[in-house]
């Protein structure tokens, strides 16, 4: 069962469970696209040409699921509180490397190495400022605000539920399930989604 520790979010594109279920509720700066097979804009647009220092303009998608709007002053918060409390090692070793700093408006990565791996530091998950002072306590988890394609539900002992967030700004063709759950446990190893409460997909023989 995932602790859904934002602090512990690894930078590496190989999820484990807890930032799996974190990357739905969460959006980043950049993100990796497997179609594309480059590093594209998610949060934000970046010129990433100039590394290493990176200037990146955040879009008019960029919202929060109540609507407001993601601010730099979220973003420079975020890699703040990442840059100090941090609970994953290469995350923080990686956040040594780099300044972060608004400038006219936009948020300029400033990287101290020429290693364009140290890129992937574009993919934490952005948070509200106003947010900061709960994350060292997960039962505060459903108050929280967030910009992924899913908002937190509920959790329980072996499942985590998300549901849709009504504000996420997507393309008009894209279609998202009402609500996903996780299953963890002997019984419930794998995803298992939820179209409405009387229809599951999965892949257990109870189901």
Not at 184 to 200: A, E, H, L, M, Y
């Amino acid at each position: 069962m995932p602790s859904l520790d934002v602090l512990s979010v690894d930078t590496k594109l190989e999820n484990n469970t807890n930032d799996m279920v974190l990357r739905f509720l969460y959006r980043s700066i950049a993100h990796y696209s497997l179609e594309e097979k480059r590093i594209t804009g998610d949060l934000a647009n970046c010129n990433l040409d100039a590394f290493p220092n990176v200037r990146c303009t955040l879009n008019q998608d960029a919202l929060w699921n109540d609507g407001h709007a993601i601010t730099v002053e979220d973003v420079l918060a975020t890699y703040a509180l990442f840059k100090e409390k941090s609970h994953n090692d290469v995350t923080k070793a990686r956040l040594s490397m780099v300044d972060v700093e608004e400038d006219k408006g936009d948020v300029i990565f400033r990287f101290h190495t020429n290693d364009i791996t140290n890129l992937d530091i574009l993919f934490l998950p952005i948070l509200r400022k106003r947010d900061m002072s709960h994350f060292s306590d997960n039962s505060n988890f459903a108050t929280l605000s967030f910009s992924g394609p899913y908002i937190f539900s509920e959790k329980d002992t072996n499942t985590i539920t998300l549901k849709t967030n009504p504000g996420y700004q997507t393309k008009p063709d894209m279609y998202f399930l009402d609500q996903v759950r996780f299953g963890f446990g002997d019984t419930q190893k794998n995803v298992k989604k939820s179209i409405n409460p009387d229809v599951w997909i999965g892949d257990t023989s109870d189901v």
